[in-house]
């Protein structure tokens, strides 16, 4: 309360020019504590909780991290074990490696599906995150989920469901993994300009530009290609 919060101070204030002769020093310090916790009091304050929806990829979780914000900033809760214990499978025990990609607007990166899961978000900009399911025993193979990603808004991916996006603005695109990556880990790859998966990229792609788009990316299989390979057809 602003009132007994006045009231306390103000006490304070009397008693210490009894005790200090340099009176008009403390009550000068006083005021001043006094008009800040007021104002501190005053201060705006929002709170967004934790939530976690289901998507068109079975185990694909889109969340919407906890965010305080006062008028200094916000906080974003990135990770809390005992509350995205209640979403996330029981596999995934910890992250062992953690990437922070700063990415150009325009360029895109993926489509990559690891042997690992994955929780992304954005730590600064926004990205137009694409996501297909690649595993031939799901009940979503093929499926794809699109998701506007800004500050607060997470992907839990699962192993074996591909990652990808592309970059709205300059941006860094983090990455919590629960396997270290290492060359030749087993995974899938598609091309995410395959017009089977009817991803509408938000800025053209211009398969050329290297600064936008890897060779390696361009020339990644087709889903009917990866169906092959799995053994599918």
Request: hydrophobic residues 40%; charged residues 25%; proline residues 5%.
């Amino acid at each position: 309360d602003v009132c007994l919060l006045k009231n306390a101070l103000q006490e304070t204030i009397h008693k210490a020019s009894v005790w200090n002769k340099a009176d008009n020093v403390i009550k000068l310090d006083a005021s001043f504590f006094i008009s800040c916790s007021i104002r501190r009091m005053k201060m705006s304050l929002n709170i967004e909780p934790f939530e976690a929806k289901d998507s068109k990829i079975e185990g694909l979780k889109i969340i919407s991290a906890k965010m305080i914000t006062d008028d200094r900033g916000t906080v974003r809760e990135l990770f809390r074990g005992s509350v995205y214990g209640e979403v996330l499978p029981a596999s995934v025990a910890g992250w062992k490696q953690i990437n922070l990609t700063r990415t150009k607007k325009g360029a895109v990166r993926g489509l990559h599906g690891e042997a690992m899961s994955k929780l992304v978000t954005v730590a600064y900009g926004s990205v137009f995150g694409a996501y297909v399911d690649t595993r031939p025993d799901s009940k979503t193979f093929g499926a794809v989920q699109t998701v506007h990603i800004t500050p607060g808004v997470q992907v839990f991916v699962p192993q074996g469901v591909c990652n990808g996006f592309q970059a709205l603005e300059d941006t860094e695109y983090l990455y919590f993994f629960d396997n270290e990556w290492a060359p030749g880990m087993p995974g899938t790859a598609l091309c995410p300009l395959d017009p089977e998966l009817g991803i509408e990229w938000p800025i053209a792609i211009d398969t050329s530009n290297l600064n936008q788009i890897s060779e390696k990316d361009s020339k990644a299989p087709a889903l009917k290609d990866l169906k092959k390979i799995l053994g599918m057809n």
